[in-house]
């Protein structure tokens, strides 16, 4: 585990932050909480128990969102493992509650509303207080909640729900460095570090990786830094950041790792899911990204400097998330209620329990259902299947889905040595039917431009099916540039059918809007137990919009003269600009990174050599973006949202920013991703490919 390793390589910690969430993770939590599961992350008592040991010996704070939708149970569940460890310690957490008109808290307002509601087996329709139930609605906190925490417990470990990702690192620097919440430039500065750790690997060469293209003419003008090593890219260290009282960050990764983290995978980041760079919102502060730059000081630390806070520096509201959960009156299928199998249930009664919730009113399929259901006695349990599908395109986009293969068996064998001989890989679009002559060579893989890895596996364990799943989600921050669509699957092997009942269970629920919601209405709480001493439970009702002065300390601040100027801006300072004349592709001279948000989606179009931000200014307009992008509306009829009004006709919006800290653009297309990444039809949902989608543009030099 990259967590581990890094506890392992740098022993002056004081904080390690695990931020585990996105909408669609959240999303899959309710879920299974609304289906009687784990409402918190289900990795936490395996990540726990590495790092427990080493972090509490060394002192290091673990802060996390892994409690999700249920952090409570999920400080149990910590609970749990450390005292079957042996170790003391103390669990905090910081969740939202919710205050009804009159004033009075409602507890459990997810957890225990949603089991009483699943477990409704009567006859006549749902009572209209749970049809129209409010539960699951999760607010993005601020730093104020784990500030708190950390001033009155001091805890080993800090759970939160839903927080902005950038205020879990935040928050301890408020705390240690006696930061006050007025202090905006300094809380801008602390948003910046925040921003970008928050994807691990992705700072220090996960998904960076991209081979120099062999049929590209200007190839001496392609950063050479992003064709790392296999062994390199095997040896990521997760980024960690030094900060001083005065707001001086300097990034850094593990002396003798693999990877990089120099000014290019620093800029990436900085726009990733970005949209106006001027107005970073967080509920913290707002931040502009417009002046911020990257100092390397050594190939393991950078210096970052710049953020400001913007023009309207602190927001009024936060965003909230609305679930959308439909209940069906009765003889309708309540499909959101079907739940995962465990090892324990044997195939009929996971097929009853469908019968129960009254599947066979989907029609033409209940004939297929009942089928089965009479004839499981015949299948002999075969061990567990597992399988992870990943899409690359562009150039060398066959390369980059090799070094992606090579990286998940690497990780496997790492968990489980041996287990990766059970595991079938090829590439649809290129050899998945192997119909291929014996003389095919090298020219096959340059003409593919649209490609996809499966790793198929069969296992006797069922643990050595969900680390395949698992180890494909790393993907995204550990591998090669540019993958997208992601989807992986777990199934007991006695029948694969039901593989068609999970997808239609995962497809089921999604986050139905976003609104903002002034702070005044948020309310959070805090409260901590210990292991072996009596369960003493502290619990305070606080308005989100809490201040606090802090008279700590200042943290020591680095000598930052010691500069190694021979790493400067690495290559891509030297590299020549672009001569003009005749077309090249834009992957020659820029590089990329997608992210989406919501509908929208971003990409960064960053130079390798800045010289030619001033060319690029000139080529990517928005007339340009729409012509490249166009292709994925004419690809799938129109969706439809629940007012029946057409989804993507005629309202993209294209938004170009220009940030001179870095000489980048940041590229922002309203309403392209097709209802966004829990209702999307497309295999990349994210949107994370469409970086190779505009890097594979032949593009005319302008000066």
């Known amino acids: 585990m990259a967590a581990k390793k890094l506890l392992n390589r740098v022993k002056e910690l004081n904080y390690i932050v695990l931020e585990c969430l996105a909408e669609r993770t959240l999303a899959e939590r309710y879920q299974a909480m609304a289906s009687g599961g784990d409402g918190y992350d289900s990795n936490i008592s395996e990540w726990m128990s590495l790092l427990l040991p080493l972090a509490v010996d060394r002192g290091t704070c673990i802060i996390t969102n892994m409690g999700a939708m249920d952090p409570v149970s999920a400080r149990e569940k910590v609970l749990e493992v450390a005292s079957s460890l042996g170790i003391r310690l103390s669990v905090a957490v910081a969740h939202e509650v919710f205050v009804n008109e009159s004033g009075m808290l409602i507890n459990n307002i997810l957890g225990l509303q949603m089991r009483n509601i699943f477990k409704y087996s009567g006859s006549g329709s749902l009572p209209e207080k749970l049809v129209n139930m409010e539960g699951g609605v999760s607010t993005y906190l601020g730093a104020a909640p784990i500030v708190a925490c950390l001033e009155r417990y001091r805890p080993n470990v800090l759970i939160t729900s839903r927080v902005a990702d950038a205020a879990l690192f935040l928050a301890p620097m408020v705390y240690e460095l006696g930061w006050n919440w007025d202090d905006l430039e300094l809380l801008a500065q602390g948003s910046l570090a925040g921003h970008l750790l928050e994807c691990g690997c992705q700072l220090t060469g996960g998904y960076f990786m991209h081979p120099v293209s062999l049929c590209c003419i200007f190839s001496n003008l392609a950063d050479k830094n992003r064709n790392l090593s296999f062994p390199s890219l095997l040896d990521l260290s997760l980024p960690y950041a030094e900060i001083s009282s ?131 006695s015949c299948f002999q349990h075969r061990g567990w299947k597992g399988w992870g599908e990943i899409s690359y395109g562009g150039y060398e986009c066959v390369k980059r889905a090799k070094a992606a293969e090579l990286l998940v068996r690497s990780w496997m064998e790492e968990a489980f040595p041996g287990v990766s001989s059970c595991i079938l890989s090829y590439i649809i679009g290129l050899d998945s039917l192997k119909a291929t002559s014996i003389g095919n060579h ?262």
């Open 246 to 376: 005065s707001g001086e960050i300097c990034v850094m990764k593990a002396e003798g790792s693999g990877g990089i983290l120099n000014f290019g995978t620093c800029a990436e980041q900085l726009l990733y899911e970005v949209g106006d760079p001027s107005a970073y919102i967080t509920p913290d502060v707002v931040v502009d990204f417009r002046g911020v730059t990257f100092q390397p000081l050594s190939r393991s630390k950078v210096l970052c400097i710049g953020a400001k806070p913007s023009a309207h520096p602190v927001p009024d509201k936060l965003l909230q998330l609305i679930p959308k959960v439909t209940f069906y009156p009765e003889g309708n299928p309540v499909v959101t209620s079907l739940q995962p199998l465990s090892p324990a249930s044997p195939p009929s009664s996971y097929l009853n329990y469908f019968l129960v919730t009254d599947i066979t009113s989907l029609g033409l399929m209940s004939s297929k259902v009942v089928s089965m259901h009479s004839n499981l």
């Open 442 to 703: 090298l020219s096959t893989w340059r003409a593919s431009e649209d490609i996809r890895l499966r790793m198929d596996g069969l296992f006797q364990e069922k643990k050595h099916a969900q680390q395949l799943a698992k180890e494909f989600t790393a993907l995204y921050t550990n591998g090669p540039a540019g993958g997208g669509g992601i989807s992986s699957l777990v199934l007991d092997n006695a029948n694969g059918s039901y593989a068609v009942f999970m997808y239609a269970w995962m497809a089921s629920f999604f986050f139905g809007s976003m609104i903002f919601i002034g702070r005044e209405h948020v309310f959070w709480r805090i409260g901590a137990k210990q292991t072996e001493v009596s369960e003493h439970v502290f619990a305070d009702v606080t308005k989100a919009c809490i201040s606090a002065e802090l008279a700590l300390p200042p943290f020591q601040q680095e000598d930052m003269q010691n500069s190694c100027l021979e790493y400067g801006l690495s290559s891509e300072i030297s590299l020549s600009a672009a001569q003009s004349g005749q077309k090249i592709p834009l992957y020659s001279i820029a590089h990329s990174r997608a992210g989406d948000k919501g509908n929208d989606l971003n990409f960064s179009v960053i130079p390798h050599c800045p010289q030619n931000f001033e060319m690029l200014k000139l080529i990517i307009t928005p007339q340009w973006v729409k012509s490249v992008v166009s292709v994925l509306l004419d690809a799938s009829p129109k969706a439809i949202d629940e007012t029946k009004q057409l989804v993507n006709e005629d309202n993209e919006k294209v938004e170009i920013y220009e940030v001179h800290g870095i000489q980048s653009l940041n590229v922002v297309v309203r309403n392209i991703l097709d209802g966004g990444v829990n209702c999307s039809r497309r295999i990349d949902r994210h949107g994370k490919c469409i970086s190779d989608l505009i890097l594979c543009q032949h593009v005319l030099p302008k000066f």
